[in-house]
């Protein structure tokens, strides 16, 4: 048999597994060569790909070759094949946007706990909260995925793009950007070119007001509204809606609601809730919650650690199931290791997906065979940063007066109290705690439990713990003590001994 055919088959079969430099023998047999591919869980997927390269390569005819796959014994599973593929999978994770996944984006995506599937794709209106990394882009693109199998447009708009843009120009550059995406399902293409003509004019002249748009609301109300009288509706996504500042998000929201109120056309946003602002009380316009539109969060926060653990164990065996591997625990010295990337990931899924693929990556390079939990404490000693930027980039306007308010936070626990944990009293009018709970939002003081009585009836107590990041690995203040260490079941009596921050906003 011809070597080059051999080589063709595995080269093949790396690409479109994603196996590259898989483990492969050949042995000579009486009928010719038999090449084996050896997998440390060789599922279905698998078969389908080695039998879809054998029939495209080998085909049907006496070539003396025969392929198959066997279940494998590795002797470092973080050197292989697969823990190659699981690392470049979970960065793929990272940053989730309309062409994430492809045609694996079902095999690949996990379903929320909370059954919040159910409700993206349903006829209405829906604003998706939750902290960074929560999965907020994640569901939109399930909606748009599922939508897409049925054959009915939608419209998915990144709105980070937009993010340094007033309101009227945000404004026509959306319609404008739903107009295009729309134009291929729409049947009457000269009324869509008249829009967009009109739109562009508006847009040339750098408009201080909405009133000349708010002229052709009708004309672009009627166009889409071909969509929902062929039966098939059209739904807007708009992720990471957020990035607009916040004076501007109402209008921008009013303006989009005027074209799909009553018209069959839904629309779906992803966003930072204390970051957002739907609806105008003063100017009547944008979104109402829930009347206009309802809510859905994502967030299994360290409130509920069980929930968390079970929510990103899946997500992750998800992914090591797709790459090859029976399950994520294989690559952890033990289950205590997946319990402490939740506690420092704080039940944030791409942050935990993040800091397991930092810690593999460190446990390889020093010819580790497993992933140890100071392995996952390093790692995530080294993520701060990466979440410090976030806070430029997602509260711009006040960024600087975070950044100062978490160096007091930084101080008070790691320097003065020497614990990672403390208490702030729920006063929900006080600027000091909303810009406590933007500080949550943003990952980078994480909620362990929501409300607790402290010393005076009545006042209520939210308990807090600062990012890993700042005190363990690394950057490790031996001294600090962890709050919950072994991650079990914290009595009432622990939370109410745990310092005060009364600093000032």
Not at 96 to 109: G, H, M
Not at 165 to 173: L, N, P, Q, S, T
Not at 255 to 280: C, H, M, P
Not at 333 to 349: D, E, I, K
Request: net charge positive.
């Amino acid at each position: 048999m011809n070597d080059d055919l051999l080589q063709k088959v595995k080269r093949e079969f790396e690409a479109q597994s994603g196996l590259h430099g898989i483990q492969s023998t050949i042995k000579e047999r009486s009928d010719g060569r038999l090449l084996i591919f050896a997998i440390a869980n060789p599922t279905d997927r698998f078969f389908a790909i080695l039998e879809s390269v054998r029939s495209k390569l080998v085909g049907d005819a006496d070539s003396g070759l025969r392929v198959t796959l066997v279940k494998g014994k590795k002797a470092n599973l973080l050197q292989s094949a697969e823990c190659r593929f699981l690392l470049r999978t979970l960065s793929e994770s990272l940053n989730i946007n309309r062409n994430s996944f492809k045609e694996d984006f079902f095999a690949r995506y996990t379903k929320s706990v909370s059954a919040a599937e159910e409700q993206i794709v349903a006829a209405s209106n829906h604003i998706v909260f939750g902290r960074r990394g929560a999965g907020k882009s994640s569901l939109l693109l399930y909606g748009l995925h599922s939508r897409t199998l049925e054959d009915l447009p939608s419209v998915w708009v990144d709105m980070q793009v937009y993010s340094q843009r007033d309101a009227i120009a945000v404004g026509i550059d959306l319609l404008l950007e739903i107009l295009k995406q729309a134009k291929p399902h729409l049947a009457n293409q000269g009324l869509v070119e008249s829009a967009t003509a009109t739109l562009e004019s508006l847009e040339r002249k750098k408009l201080t007001d909405d009133r000349a748009i708010r002229k052709v609301l009708p004309q672009i109300r009627r166009i889409l509204g071909q969509l929902t009288a062929e039966g098939k509706n059209l739904t807007i996504f708009l992720d990471d809606y957020h990035v607009l500042h916040k004076s501007l998000q109402p209008a921008v929201l009013g303006l989009l609601y005027a074209v799909t109120r009553g018209n069959g056309i839904f629309i779906k946003l992803s966003a930072i809730e204390t970051l957002t602002q739907t609806w105008d009380t003063v100017k009547k316009t944008g979104l109402q919650i829930p009347h206009d539109v309802q809510e859905i969060k994502l967030d299994y926060n360290l409130t509920i650690p069980e929930k968390a653990t079970e929510h990103i164990t899946s997500i992750l065996d998800a992914h090591a199931l797709y790459c090859g591997l029976p399950s994520i625990r294989v690559l952890c010295t033990s289950s205590n290791v997946l319990s402490r990337l939740v506690w420092v990931a704080a039940g944030v899924p791409r942050d935990a997906l993040n800091v397991f693929a930092q810690a593999m990556a460190k446990a390889s390079l020093s010819d580790g065979k497993h992933v140890s939990v100071s392995s996952v404490n390093v790692a995530a000693s080294e993520t701060v940063n990466v979440k410090l930027k976030e806070l430029d980039t997602d509260a711009s306007g006040e960024a600087e007066t975070l950044h100062a308010l978490l160096e007091k936070l930084r101080d008070f626990c790691v320097k003065q109290q020497r614990k990672n944990s403390f208490l702030i009293e729920i006063r929900s009018e006080a600027l000091l705690y909303q810009r406590i709970l933007k500080l949550v939002d943003l990952r980078l003081l994480h909620v362990i439990n929501e409300g607790i009585s402290v010393g005076e009836a009545g006042r209520k107590y939210l308990v807090l713990i600062l990012d890993y990041g700042f005190y363990i690995g690394i950057r490790a203040a031996r001294s600090v003590v962890l709050f919950n260490k072994q991650t079990r079941k914290v009595a009432y009596k622990e939370l109410r001994r745990l310092p005060v921050f009364v600093g000032e906003a």
